[in-house]
């Protein structure tokens, strides 16, 4: 019988730890729970929901990791965890009793055009991923079968994915209506099939890098904590439904000046620059006054 031990990690989101093990615990597949009844098929899962500062459970092959609630802080309760995690492991009783047998799912996908005219958007009638994740080629999307299969299509430039949408930068050398169809089959017959878009590992991580999590870093100022709010609610719902994203980057107190990257289709976007400007630049500053002078772009 397997001996289990964990180690605890750290990750860049306090909210979130990580308990690796040292066997494997499922059969490469992941699991993402959010309360006690989503995890009907994870007797471990239901167990630690028993403890009232746990808000979500991940389950990947290697690794466990938690996120908690405010009521608690890891360093008062993450050794009890690690030793309860261990005890349970070492029973041999299931982490998650696993349905291995293929699952189709009805899944649909439509194609919809961006501002951008190297960009489409493809919509599922499935959530595909918890937060956004972006790929510039093949080497980066190592952790996404989804992104490796579409970098192998010769014109695919970039892979954005967001909640329910893939958004899909091309070469010139190809012509959308030559090329729509056969992205969008590959990615409707890869969500139907039940295939992991992304390795739960990755949203553990890009989710520990959330705006959220820039909200709680003690070295940002207060005008920056605002622009992050801003963009996270007024801005960045209008730029997703164009196949994009908007995330903070930098703010200088001195110059006033507010530095943001664009992603998916707003990266590179002709029309950018023009929304930039006479969007989110006037926005900030009718919002925050004088605080801010001008806002510049840099490329995802």
Known sequence: MKEYSVTIVETNNPAILKFDTNHFITNSN???YKNIDEAKNSPLAKQLF??????TV???????ALERYDIVEWNDVKDEVALQLVAYLNTGEPVVIEDNSPKKVAATVYAESTPNP?????????TIVPTIFEFKNIDEAKDSA???KLFHFPFVKEVFFDENYVSITKYDVADWNEVTFEIRELIRNFIAEGHEVVSAESVVKNKAEAPKTQLQDVNLDDTSKKIIDILEEYIKPAVASDGGNIMFQSYDKES????VILQGACSGCPSSTFTLKNGIENMLKEMLGDKVKSVIAVNG
């Open 30 to 32: 992941n699991y993402e």
């Open 50 to 55: 028993y403890l009232p500062f746990v808000k």
């Open 58 to 64: 991940y389950i990947a092959a290697s690794f466990i």
């Open 118 to 126: 190297s960009v489409m958007k493809f919509v599922s009638n499935k």
């Open 146 to 148: 989804l992104a490796q």
């Open 256 to 259: 006033k000046v507010v530095n």
